[in-house]
């Protein structure tokens, strides 16, 4: 495959027979390395069950979660960061149209679950996304958001 | 369901062993490797949140690896066929992620883990084997997403059925052949289509010559054209 930076990166790097020899002199360095070899397998099967059952909705909270995760070391309700890739890119990973990308953001931005301006996305809703992403939907914003909809 | 069960005595399965994991000859697997009875069709191998000690080998027959999501749906992870390893998570991580079920009569080996780590650390060629098996789960895993992400089902099924094939024919006297153990609703949930697509997709390589349709197999009549419609290069046979 090919890597490209979408945001300013920065890299290390060494020789795979470096590490290959750090691994052999330390077994705490190869079982490390075994460690986030199987943790990368893991998180690909749940994103391979993710594609192969869950819908938008389910999909990008995920996404932001993910992101969410990597990115920061602690988060919070009303925490916001900048989402560096693209709505195209996002709709490529999750494997949707762009146009439901937006309609996604937006069902989640009129539950309250998130704000977003731009590439700004703040989560208003931690819980709720979370539970979104876990595939565990939240009876009670189902119920507001159709609340919402019999008041108009 | 294989030939090859009844010739697997104990000697040539430490040597299947030895030769999967590129171990120096003086390597004494025998007391660490446990051979399992052998595990019947629907009965399970380990259930999700078990104690995950040590490392299993598929050695014959066909297993299942699931998830249980918060719905209580059953999600497939991955299909596990003969000389696939199912890997702990690491240390840190003691418990199992999936659950394992064998789709038919299937045969296992184990050893425990701290073993296998310890052969690595002593042997160069043991770790890289076994690293490179591990980027290996990661570059298909990264396909079937690629897949997923962007395949439509007639592409979907053919990479199912090349998947299958490429895992079988070594071992087959009918190369072309296909054995599938899996329902038609299990091949369904793990590529992420109903159980009716399926079957339509299955129909349609049937009535556009690919394969022939000879329950619970399948006969490749057109290997060629299957390959290059799992790796999307060919149009949809999809008309309406």
């Known amino acids: 495959m090919s890597l490209v930076a979408i945001d300013q990166c920065r890299i290390a790097s060494m020789s795979v027979k470096s590490l290959q020899r750090l691994m052999s002199d330390h077994p705490s360095v190869q079982l490390r390395c075994y460690e986030l070899l199987s943790r990368l397998i893991a998180e690909e099967q749940s994103f391979i069950n993710l594609l192969a059952s869950a819908n938008a909705e389910r999909r990008l909270a995920f996404l932001l979660m993910q992101l969410c995760r990597h990115r920061y070391a602690t988060y919070l309700s009303g925490f916001g960061f900048s989402v560096p890739m693209s709505r195209a890119d996002i709709a490529n990973y999750l494997g949707l149209r762009v146009e439901t990308v937006s309609r996604s953001f937006t069902r989640l931005e009129n539950r309250g679950i998130v704000q977003v301006c731009g590439r700004k996305v703040v989560l208003a809703d931690l819980p709720s996304l979370e539970l979104i992403a876990a595939g565990h939907d939240s009876p009670m914003a189902m119920t507001l958001v159709k609340d919402t909809c019999a008041g108009r | ?240």
């Not at chain 2, 030939?3 to 399965?13: C, G, H, N, P, S």
């Not at chain 2, 000859?25 to 000690?53: C, E, F, N, R, T």
């Not at chain 2, 109903?194 to 490749?220: C, N, W």
């Not at chain 2, 299957?226 to 149009?235: A, D």
Request: charged content about 20%; some cysteine; overall charge negative.
């Open chain 2, 1 to 240: 369901m294989s030939e090859v069960i009844d010739i697997l005595d104990r000697k040539t399965t430490l040597q299947y062993i030895s030769h999967l994991f590129d171990l120096p000859d003086d390597i004494a697997l025998a007391p660490y490797v446990h051979q399992h009875s052998p595990i019947a069709k629907g009965a399970h191998l380990y259930y999700q949140g078990d104690k995950a000690g040590d490392v299993f080998i598929l050695l014959d027959g066909t297993m299942k690896a699931y998830q249980v999501t918060h719905d209580g749906e059953e999600s497939i992870v991955r299909f596990i066929f003969p000389g696939e390893v199912l890997w702990t998570s690491g240390f840190h991580l003691h418990a199992r992620s999936t659950s394992v079920v064998a789709l038919d009569r299937s045969h296992v080996v184990s050893m425990p883990d701290g073993f296998l780590q310890k052969l690595m650390s002593d042997n160069d060629g043991v770790q890289q084997r076994c690293f490179r098996m591990l980027s290996k789960i990661i570059k298909d895993e990264q396909a079937f997403i690629h897949l997923l992400a962007t395949g439509n089902a007639d592409r979907r099924v053919a990479y199912m059925l090349m998947h299958i094939w490429k895992h079988q024919a070594p071992s087959t006297h009918s190369p072309f052949r296909i054995n599938i153990p899996m329902t038609r609703s299990d091949i369904g949930r793990y590529l992420g289509l109903s159980e009716e697509t399926v079957s339509r997709v299955f129909s349609r390589f049937q009535a556009s010559g690919m394969i022939k349709i000879a329950h619970p197999q399948v006969e490749l009549l057109d290997p060629h054209r299957m390959e290059t419609l799992s790796q999307g290069e060919l149009p949809s046979l999809a008309t309406g």
